[in-house]
C-alpha cells in the first residue's frame, strides 16, 4: 500500500515548509537588489540631468560673454567708423595725406611706391568717389 502525504504528514508538512521557507527567502534578497538598484538608478539619473543642466548654463554664460564682446567690438567699430565720416565730412584728411613739405605728392623726389600708392588713396570730402559721399547719396 502506497504512502500517502496525509499518512507522513508530519514529514511532509516539515519538509514543505522549509522549501517555502526558502523561496520567500531568495525572493526577498532579490526584491531587496532590485529596490536596492532602483534608487541607485534613479540617483544617477538625477545626477546626470544635474550635471547636463550645469554643463549647458555654463555654455550658456560662456555664449552669452562672447555675444557681449562681439557686440561691444562692433560698437567700437562703428563708433570709429562715424568719427572717420565726420572728420572727412569736415574736410580731415588723415595726416599722410595732407599736402605739406614731407608728403609725396609735394615732394616727387622723396616719393616711393607705397607712398604714391598711400597718398592716392586718401580721398578728400568733396571727392565724388569718397565714402563720406557714398554714404550721403
Same mark, same amino acid.
Given at each position: ?10 514529514? *511532509? @508538512? ?8 526558502? +523561496? /520567500? *527567502?531568495?525572493? +526577498?534578497? *532579490?526584491? !531587496?537588489? *532590485?529596490?536596492?538598484?532602483?534608487? @541607485? !538608478? @534613479? +540617483?544617477?539619473?538625477? +545626477? ?5 543642466? =550645469? ?6 554664460? /560662456? ?9 561691444? $567690438?562692433?560698437?567700437?567699430? &562703428? ?8 572728420? @572727412? ?7 599722410? #595725406?595732407?599736402?605739406?613739405?614731407? $608728403?609725396?605728392?609735394? $615732394? ?11 597718398? =592716392?588713396?586718401? &580721398? ?9 559721399? #557714398?554714404?550721403?547719396?
Amino acid at each position: 500500500m502506497p504512502i500517502s502525504p496525509c499518512r507522513m504528514n508530519g514529514r *511532509f @508538512l516539515q519538509t514543505a515548509v522549509e522549501e517555502t521557507e526558502d +523561496f /520567500t *527567502f531568495i525572493a +526577498f534578497v *532579490f526584491m !531587496g537588489v *532590485f529596490i536596492v538598484l532602483l534608487v @541607485l !538608478g @534613479l +540617483f544617477a539619473a538625477m +545626477f546626470g540631468c544635474y550635471y547636463k543642466k =550645469s554643463k549647458r548654463q555654463e555654455a550658456q554664460k /560662456t555664449r552669452d560673454k562672447a555675444m557681449q564682446e562681439l557686440a561691444e $567690438n562692433r560698437m567700437k567699430r &562703428w563708433q570709429n567708423l562715424e568719427k572717420s565720416i565726420a572728420a @572727412l565730412d569736415e574736410g580731415y584728411a588723415p595726416k599722410e #595725406a595732407r599736402p605739406s613739405e614731407n $608728403n609725396e605728392l609735394s $615732394n616727387p623726389s622723396t616719393s616711393t611706391a607705397a607712398g604714391s600708392l598711400r597718398s =592716392s588713396t586718401a &580721398w578728400s570730402a568733396e571727392s565724388p568717389r569718397s565714402p563720406a559721399a #557714398a554714404l550721403r547719396r
